[in-house]
């Protein structure tokens, strides 16, 4: 299902908000969007471009469910079976993202949003970029762009990962792609943190099967069915970059970053931007989601029975975890908590519950707080710790932090009953109120 399939299917369900109003590529649709935070929405008319523009789409494990016809407690084992069993897409020539190749490269003519009053510039936040690392394997991940000329972007590289890698064994220029609109499985694919042999590429076709084509001026392999295809250099130049609203909706500071020189657009017929909210809800689940498999597999080898993990967007989708465990001994809670920790090390606050806790309601992960965990036993403290550089509370020169695990867990044995929560009659109400 491609990008414009998943915005035909929440039209068909009725979810799918449509603006013809004329709106401004800055500042206007992205308030919109913020507004509608929770609702998909496609704008029909945008003042600056003739393409379209969609956003508020994967704003939940749900949405992202929906996609692959499965239920939202399914998500992380499909996940985990996808980074476990990556397979080949299949190849073709004939691919809607190259229907359409722009006569000059003219990035103005795209509506590349204006998030925030503050923001360096017009920024591209949905970009799947596409390099090869020097062990000749494919990268897929996620830089924002910042647009600094007709044909350049500056863009946000954190050091020591893959695509810094294979910028520094790639020599003066790398060749790289940026895809934008591209179908949930490639965004959840693009969004995993896995072995370096490993292409993302091909766990985007394991969670659903995926057509791939060569771009037109290098040999990199780019989604058949995405929107628009950016294709170009990284240069060893620096620029600018910044500053831009990051996922916990403060504004990260100014960097110099390599520059992405595009050489080639080409899109669909009619192509339909993807504009993905900074900070928002749908920023939130592609970066918070594709962690869950990993800690939900720490956990589980660590001796303890993980039933589910929401890494959920009241932490901003990165700092906070909720795992749910089947709990058979008084340390599973413990053990869990130092799992969950080494399977995010991002994550500042993990809270442990038990299987009749819904992880997704922050109401009931709140009642199992009050109502089961007593601070002087059951929090684990650890000071000192490496944290997140989006945290703006941690040390702002060592990014270490304190980290806190809290077991909201039941005791096990005869003490047990004293815990468990009543059961209230179940009735069909409708025949009460006909």
């Known amino acids: 299902m491609s ?10 369900q009725g979810k799918l908000v449509k603006i013809s109003k004329a709106a401004s590529k800055k500042l206007e649709i992205p308030a919109v969007l913020a507004e509608l935070n929770d609702k998909p929405v496609l704008f029909e008319n945008v003042k600056e471009s003739e393409f379209r523009v969609a956003g508020n789409l994967c704003v939940s494990k749900d949405a992202f469910a929906n996609y692959f016809g499965i239920k939202s407690n399914e998500l992380v084992p499909k996940m985990i079976n996808a980074i476990a069993n990556p397979s080949k897409p299949e190849v073709t020539d004939n691919a809607p993202c190259q229907e359409v190749e722009m006569e000059d490269v003219d990035l103005s003519k795209l509506p590349i949003l204006f998030h925030c009053s503050k923001d360096g510039g017009n920024y591209v936040s949905s970009g799947v970029f596409v390099v090869r690392k020097g062990n000749g394997v494919q990268n897929l991940d996620y830089h924002r762009s910042m647009e600094i000329g007709k044909n350049r972007f500056s863009i946000r590289v954190v050091p020591n990962r893959d695509f810094d890698n294979a910028m520094k064994e790639s020599g003066d220029e790398m060749d ?10 490639v965004l959840l694919g693009a969004a995993t943190s896995v072995a370096s042999d490993v292409d993302e590429m091909h766990i985007a076709n394991t969670l659903e099967p995926l057509k791939i084509v060569k771009a037109k001026t290098s040999d990199l392999m780019v989604p058949a069915d995405c929107e628009f295809v950016l294709e170009g250099k990284i240069l060893k130049e620096r620029a600018d970059e910044g500053p831009f609203v990051d996922l916990t909706e403060t504004y990260d500071v100014v960097r110099q970053e390599p520059v992405f020189e595009v050489r080639k657009i080409t899109h669909r017929k009619d192509a339909i931007w993807h504009g993905l ?9 592609l970066m918070g989601m594709p962690r869950e498999p990993t800690i939900f597999k720490k956990i589980n080898e660590a001796g303890v029975k993980c039933l589910d993990v929401n890494v959920n967007p009241g932490g901003c989708s990165w700092l906070h975890g909720i795992v749910q465990i089947d709990k058979k001994s008084e340390d599973d809670g413990r053990k869990a908590i130092d799992a969950a920790f080494d399977g995010h090390k991002s994550m500042k606050h993990v ?3 038990d ?3 819904n992880i997704n309601n922050p109401l009931e992960v709140e009642w199992a707080m009050s109502t089961r965990f007593q601070a002087d036993r059951d929090m684990v403290v650890k000071e000192n710790e490496k944290g997140s550089s989006l945290d703006p509370s941690s040390d702002p020169n060592t990014r ?3 980290k ?3 077991d ?7 003490e047990k009953k004293h815990f468990v929560k009543a059961e209230f009659p179940k009735v069909d109400v409708k025949k009460f109120l006909e």
């Open 355 to 357: 299987s009749d806790i």
């Open 176 to 185: 790289a792609v940026m895809c934008v609109g591209c179908s949930p499985n």
């Open 408 to 414: 909201f867990t039941m005791p096990v044995g005869e």
């Open 351 to 353: 809270f442990i519950v």
């Open 404 to 406: 806190v695990g809290f």
């Open 400 to 402: 270490k932090t304190t």
């Open 277 to 285: 909210l900074p900070g928002k809800l749908e920023h939130r689940i």
């Open 3 to 12: 990008f414009r399939d998943f915005l035909d299917k929440a039209e068909s």
